[in-house]
């Protein structure tokens, strides 16, 4: 079991930065794929950035160039920099832990990019 818990959501202005962090409980941290989901009320949820246990990342095309994931496997935890924040970045983020067909998920954290 997997548990993980996400920080670092709130308001932010547009233009502006924020950091996410999920920590993750349990063992073998490294060995899971890691990744960043949101929502927007009424949408479905979307993949934000994916990082393996190695490092490789992958990112929606929205967020190229804006966002940074990275994770630290001594601390396990994974962050979300998201800098450049537009409006329509606004939505609840989810942590994601993948293992082969094992899924794990956060509770989520609110972002809303509004001045």
């Known amino acids: 079991q997997v548990q993980l818990v996400e920080s670092g959501g709130g308001l932010v202005q547009p233009g502006g930065s924020l950091r996410l962090s999920c920590a993750a409980s349990?063992?073998?941290?490294?060995?899971?794929?890691m990744g960043w989901y949101r929502q927007a009320p009424g949408k479905q949820r979307e993949l934000v950035a994916t990082?393996?246990?190695?490092?490789?990342?992958n990112y929606a095309d929205s967020v190229k160039g804006r966002f940074t994931i990275s994770r630290d496997n001594a601390k396990n935890t994974v962050y979300l920099q998201m800098n450049s924040l537009k409006p329509e970045d606004s939505a609840v983020y989810y942590c994601?832990?993948?293992?082969?067909?094992?899924?794990?998920w956060g509770k989520g954290s609110l972002v809303t990019v509004s001045s």
């Open positions: 349990g063992t073998r941290f490294s060995i899971y794929g």
């Open positions: 990082i393996t246990g190695g490092g490789d990342t």
């Open positions: 994601n832990a993948k293992y082969f067909d094992i899924d794990y």
